[in-house]
């Protein structure tokens, strides 16, 4: 990472990719301009096959642009090499697969990612999936808040309250640009009860933990 906290995460100028040769050449991201600023939490929408699973495996640097510049940190992403590319990977970039959506979340640390991650996926499992999406948009949220930088993509228009701007493509380009305001996002949060209600049974889970440990203590104190 650059020490100029003013440099993009990420700033694509004319971001190009193409599948198949000749006939059946077809242009997935066609000329694509984008910045984004560290700490921003991006929501990615559009139809089926318009490109945000391509657009989110260049930027995870799971796959590479035919043309164009991709600028990771300030750094354009071509000049390194694929071993840098997974070490970037694993320092900088965290990754989660939902419903075969993939959400990369930028200079995230991954053993403190990870853990949260696998915690909202034990909740998924004991909640309804509209609520699940939820809990997992409330750690990613978490994560956010330490300053990390989110890019999701979803196709459920009530998990863009958590963004703090909405990107929505279209066949292979980016069709609106829309920054939430402050205020909208304040009275999204607030409507919010799920922030609560799903921190709470995490609490009582570890309530009995607390048990084993006293008797621990009475042990030593016994002898
Ligand atoms: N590996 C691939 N080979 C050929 N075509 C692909 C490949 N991956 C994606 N595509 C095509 O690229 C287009 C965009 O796909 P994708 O990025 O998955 O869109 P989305 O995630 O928005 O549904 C689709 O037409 C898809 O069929
Ligand atoms: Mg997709």
Do not use: W
Request: a positive charge; one cysteine or more; proline letters at 5%.
């Amino acid at each position: 990472m650059t020490a100029d906290p003013t440099t993009p995460t990420i700033a694509l100028h004319g971001l190009t990719k193409r599948y198949g040769v000749g006939d059946a050449e077809h242009t997935v991201l066609d000329n694509i301009d984008l910045t984004i600023e560290k700490g921003e939490f991006i929501a990615i929408m559009g139809p089926s096959g318009c490109g945000k699973t391509t657009l989110l495996n260049i930027l995870g640097l799971l796959d590479r642009a035919d043309e164009g510049i991709y600028k990771l940190d300030g750094k354009s992403v071509k000049s390194l090499s694929g071993g840098r590319h997974s070490r970037i990977r694993s320092e900088q970039i965290g990754f989660v697969f939902q419903n075969f959506n993939l959400i990369p979340r930028m200079n995230v640390i991954e053993n403190v990612a990870l853990p949260l991650t696998y915690s909202g996926y034990r909740h998924t499992k004991r909640l309804q999936l509209a609520r699940a999406s939820h809990v997992i948009m409330e750690e990613l949220s978490d994560i956010h808040k330490r300053g990390n930088t989110i890019i999701m993509v979803t196709h459920n228009p009530s998990l863009t309250t958590y963004a703090s701007r909405v990107i929505t493509m279209n066949d292979g380009r980016i069709d609106t640009d829309t920054k939430v305001p402050r205020e909208a996002k304040k009275i999204a949060d607030d409507k919010r009860p799920l922030s609560a209600s799903t921190k709470k049974p995490a609490k009582k889970a570890k309530k009995p933990k607390k048990a084993p440990k006293k008797k621990t203590a009475k042990k030593s104190e016994d002898k």
